[in-house]
Nanobody, 129 residues
Framework: QVHLGESGGGLVQAGGSLRLSCAAS????????LAWFRQAPGKERDFVAA????????YYANSVKGRFTISRDNAKNTGGQQMSSLKSEDTAAYYC??????????????????????WGQGDQVTRPP
């Protein structure tokens, strides 16, 4: 497994933007798929966005489409997520996840938490009401 670490979270005001980064340590990203999930207090972990590392096809939850952009940088071995026009309902801990084995890309799979086998510790994003 690769060890992942998120950074870039924080407090943002209405309409503000943040950029989350996901760095790999121990070994490189698997180069198959990277995703972001989020979990608000008392709620389940929800899919946010995913990227097929090589193509790169992307897939977004409807709630963030048009506001969030997932990316990867092969040379720097990092993943990222640019978040704009943040809303109070975006407040959550954000986790990056990596899939380590080859599989055909399908959005129904890429949005499932159990499709990924390495996870970061999470980074808090807060946009007050």
């Amino acid at each position: 497994q690769v060890h992942l670490g998120e950074s870039g979270g924080g407090l943002v005001q209405a309409g503000g933007s943040l950029r989350l980064s996901c760095a790999a340590s121990g070994r490189s990203f698997s180069n198959y798929a990277l995703a972001w999930f989020r979990q608000a207090p008392g709620k389940e972990r929800d899919f946010v966005a995913a990227i097929d590392w090589s193509t790169p096809r992307t897939y977004y939850a409807n709630s963030v489409k048009g506001r969030f952009t997932i990316s990867r940088d092969n040379a720097k071995n990092t993943g990222g997520q640019q978040m704009s026009s943040l809303k109070s309902e975006d407040t959550a801990a954000y986790y990056c996840a990596d899939r380590s084995s080859r599989a055909a890309w399908h959005t129904a799979l890429a949005s499932r938490a159990d499709w990924y086998d390495s996870w970061g510790q999470g980074d808090q994003v807060t946009r007050p009401p």
